[in-house]
């Protein structure tokens, strides 16, 4: 029976959290703070459970840097269930945006409003997703689910990275995106980094930016699995979303950062249904979970409640360099295992091109199935845990998360280079 400090983890999510957390975690658990009640316990709309949900929204506004025309949510669902709260929610903002540019210009003949942003709907609008890997192939998949009834030609793939070898691994350079007009996008979407694949947006990916003259385009980024592993320039997304479960916290809890002028920018369900679009699901509304501060329904207060600690802890350790700091150490560790595959190239070989590798999830192949399983069954034996690829692409997968330590990495190089010795 190993104990936790003989294992080192590599899980790709749920992931390791820091040690100190989950102590205080089984603590409070139990009896939080001397209370003589669980986290479990508590109501949601109790001072206790207030005050949490109010300190764990700072330590990410303070981690963040997020000015205050930004919102912060807890949401349910996982990612999964912002892939379609987006598509209702965008698609939301940009009708009613066409229904007041139609009001300009047809005052109050309701029809005439109604029949123009219905033809706009039709015939005009798009929604724009890059698609650089499974997870954002997946969120593009649900909103063609969600409006291919209803508009089947709103869904643009501005780029699929499989189109040049049928597999993900690169990202396409942007003068190769094919964005659709800014003034018919609701929305660019990206994934900034792919856990399935390890494809990371080196930075923001500017080829998203409407350019000088055009209108704003509206940036969504899914953010679950390097939230909090690097600075983010918030300004430049109109929401940025991510599951807690890897770098933030455990699972139940997904956290939103949306501006809060689209929180208002919103029609009449009865509206959306005249012009023949559906209207959000009541959980998955961004505006109703904003008017109800996250608490709408019941909400995790123990998962939130980690994901504080996990941020408040980051705070301490990394003082006023805040995520640069953890930024710099999750490249130091991520540059020590990409450095022993290429040091090795006739063992190891790396699956992603060098611009957009991921530092989270770093994905490699063995030089040939029996000696992967091998590589693999090894690395188990030693306690080097969570290391096979996913399930839909196989081969090793290494995920560095903010709480996965150095010396863990150290000890994963070192069986690296035995392995490649042992096997030239
Ligand atoms: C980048 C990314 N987006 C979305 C998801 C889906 O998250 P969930 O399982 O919480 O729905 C995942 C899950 O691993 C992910 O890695």
Known sequence: MPTRAEVSYFGAGPAPLPTHVLEAGAKAFVNFEDSGLSLAEISHRSPTATKILADTKQALISLLDIPDNYEVLFMHGGGSAEFSAVVFNMVAVWIEKRRRMAEKEFGDD?????RKVKQDVQHDMQLDYLVTGSWSLKASQEAANLLEPLTPNAINVATDARDSNGKFGSIPSDEKWSLSSSKRSAFVYYCDN????????????????????EEERLVIADMSS???????DVQKHAVIF???QKNIGITDITLLIVRKDLLTTVPTPSFLHQVGMFSPPVVLNWSVVAKNNSLYNTMPIFSIWIAGEVM???????????LKGQEGFSDAKARTI????DWYPQVFQPVVELNARSRMNICFRVKDPETEKEFLDGAKKLNLLGLNGHRS??????????AVPMQNVRKLTTYMEEFADRNP
């Open 194 to 213: 792919e856990t399935v694949d390890g494809v990371e947006f080196p930075g923001f990916p500017s080829g998203v930016e409407a350019q000088p003259g």
């Open 110 to 114: 309701q029809g005439a409003i109604l």
């Open 226 to 232: 390097n939230f909090l592993s690097r600075p983010v």
């Open 393 to 402: 692409v196989g081969g090793v997968r290494a995920s560095n998360y903010n």
């Open 242 to 244: 991510g599951g807690a």
């Open 338 to 341: 990409y450095q022993m595959i």
């Open 312 to 322: 408040r802890s980051l705070l301490a350790t990394y003082g006023i360099t805040k």
